[in-house]
C-alpha cells in the first residue's frame, strides 16, 4: 500500500530552500518512504525528538560531500496519510544533521 504524504508548511518550506539537486534527492526519498515506511523508518529517540514520530533518515553523496538527511513523520490517523512534520539535513563532521 503506498500512503499519501502531508506536508507541514515547515517542511514545504525547508524542501522548497534546498537547492535543486537535494530537493529532488528528498523527492525520491519521500517517495520511497510512501511505499515502505514500516521499513525504512523507526520511533524517533526522545530527547531530542517529541516522542510518537518516526524517522527515517538517509545519506548521499553530492558534489564530493556527504549529505545526511532525517525526515520527521507521523502515521495519519486514517491509515492512508503519512504526515512529514520536519526534514533536517547536514554535512557535519559526524554526518549528524543540523535543521536546514
Request: a neutral charge; glycine letters at 4%.
Amino acid at each position: 500500500m503506498e500512503h499519501k504524504l502531508l506536508l507541514s508548511p515547515r517542511t514545504a518550506e525547508q524542501i522548497a530552500r534546498l537547492p535543486v539537486n537535494r530537493r529532488n534527492v528528498v523527492r525520491e526519498h519521500l517517495s520511497d518512504l510512501a511505499t515502505k515506511p514500516v521499513e525504512l523508518s523507526r520511533p524517533t529517540p526522545t530527547p531530542p525528538y517529541l516522542p510518537g514520530d518516526q524517522m527515517y533518515d538517509f545519506m548521499h553523496k553530492l558534489a564530493g560531500e556527504t549529505h545526511h538527511f532525517v525526515v520527521l513523520f507521523k502515521y495519519h490517523s486514517d491509515e492512508v496519510h503519512l504526515w512529514i512534520t520536519a526534514i533536517t539535513h547536514g554535512t557535519g563532521p559526524l554526518g549528524y544533521p543540523f535543521p536546514y
